[in-house]
Each structure stands twice: as C-alpha cells, then as structure tokens.
T-cell receptor, first 114, second 115 residues
Framework: AQSVTQLDSQVPVFEEAPVELRCNYS??????LFWYVQYPNQGLQLLLK??????LVKGINGFEAEFNKSQTSFHLRKPSVHISDTAEYFC????????????FGKGTRLSVIA | DVKVTQSSRYLVKRTGEKVFLECVQD?????MFWYRQDPGLGLRLIYF???????EKGDIPEGYSVSREKKERFSLILESASTNQTSMYLC??????????????FGEGSRLTVL
C-alpha cells in the first residue's frame, strides 16, 4: 500500500519570498506523483505531475517539483510567491499501471503575507 | 475543455433528511469518485466506481450510498443526514484506457450543512 506525508500542515511566507512544500511518500512499487492546488471554496486542480523522464517537473503558475527516488520525496517549490498563491496544496501518488484511487496527503495550507 | 459538474455548490439540510449530491462529467471517463474534505483531515474517499452500475467502498462509506446508472453521472446519497456529515463533498473522475495515469479531474465541490 502507498502512503503520503506532507510534512507541514501550514506554511506562512512573505510575498516574493521562495517557498518549498514538502511531500514524502512510501511505496514498494514505482509510482506516479501529483501536486494539486485548491483555492478557497473551489475544487482541486492539477499543478503538475511526474510520470517518467526528467525528475524536475514544471507546472502552472511558476511552480516546479523534483522527484527524488532515493529519498522518496516530491517537494514543490516556487522561487517567488504572490498573494494569489494562497491556497491549500495536496500531494498524491498512484502505483504505475494500477487502476486504483489516488492516495492523498493531508494537505499544506500556504498563506502568503503582504 | 474538460468538465466535472456538481449540481449544488451549497446545501442546507435538516437532520434525518435524505440528501442527493449529483455529479456529471463530460469526458467519457470510466472512473468516478466521491470524497469528503474536512479541516485537518484532508481528502477522504467515500465511494468510487470503475464503470456503470459498479461501486466500491472507499475509506469512509458508512452513512453513504452511491448510484451510477449512466457513465457520466455519479450520485452520492445520504439516506438520513446527520450533523457529522456537515462537510465539503468533492466529486472527481479519471480515465483508464492505455493512457491511464490516475490523474483526477475535480468538480467545484458541494458544501453541505446539516442542522
């Protein structure tokens, strides 16, 4: 079985500062990895995903994430955040080739302070 | 543009009422899912469905049932609503086929308050 741990439940950061949201996963098989974002009172939308190939994945809104297989991590980064990045961020995994539900972390609430 | 539509964004119901939450997707996806979201608990899977008339229990199915009579529609039913079912409910869908990556497409959510 897979599990996902998002190490920080809340991350406050000043506008234009860099941010890293941490995600670690546990799996005995290869996985696909995802980051989703949820703005207030909305559903989740895909930020980026890692399927294969380059371990550095670029997503929407200037976010990127790096897949580190040896550390079983998929941390999300942005070099300079905006007020509009205030949202909840979810990391998720699914075993490659399996039609099973995504396993989500509990989420990290990013608050950008002016 | 792909779309998952949840019929009601906000609902207020009384304890004991039967509640229907409807979800429709226009992407011809095989899989559909219902989650509930509560502060500090993240997303918890209630039920999912791989095909018409099929359903599988998720992590927290108690107090809920589902119906999938057509491929594009997946309904969540609260037979007798209780206050502890006050929550945000999220519907999602995904594709299987050869390009399956498990990527989910979400609706906007339905915020249910049970009084």
């Amino acid at each position: 079985a897979q599990s996902v741990t998002q190490l920080d439940s809340q991350v406050p950061v000043f506008e234009e500062a860099p941010v890293e949201l941490r995600c670690n996963y546990s799996s005995s098989v290869s996985v696909y990895l995802f980051w989703y974002v949820q703005y207030p009172n909305q559903g989740l939308q895909l930020l980026l995903k890692y399927l294969s190939g380059s371990t550095l994945v670029k997503g929407i809104n200037g976010f990127e994430a790096e897949f580190n297989k040896s550390q079983t991590s998929f941390h999300l980064r942005k070099p300079s955040v905006h007020i509009s990045d205030t949202a909840e961020y979810f990391c998720a995994v699914i075993p490659v080739g399996e039609n099973t539900p995504l396993v989500f972390g509990k989420g990290t609430r990013l608050s950008v302070i002016a | 543009d792909v779309k998952v539509t949840q019929s009601s964004r906000y609902l207020v119901k009384r304890t004991g009422e039967k509640v229907f939450l409807e979800c429709v997707q226009d992407m011809d996806h095989e899989n559909m899912f219902w989650y509930r979201q509560d502060p500090g608990l993240g997303l918890r899977l209630i039920y999912f469905s791989y095909d018409v008339k099929m359903k599988e229990k998720g992590d927290i199915p108690e107090g809920y049932s589902v119906s999938r009579e057509k491929k594009e529609r997946f309904s969540l039913i609260l037979e007798s609503a209780s206050t502890n079912q006050t929550s945000m409910y999220l519907c999602a869908s995904s594709l299987i086929r050869e390009t399956n990556t498990g990527e989910l497409f979400f609706g906007e959510g339905s915020r249910l308050t049970v009084l």
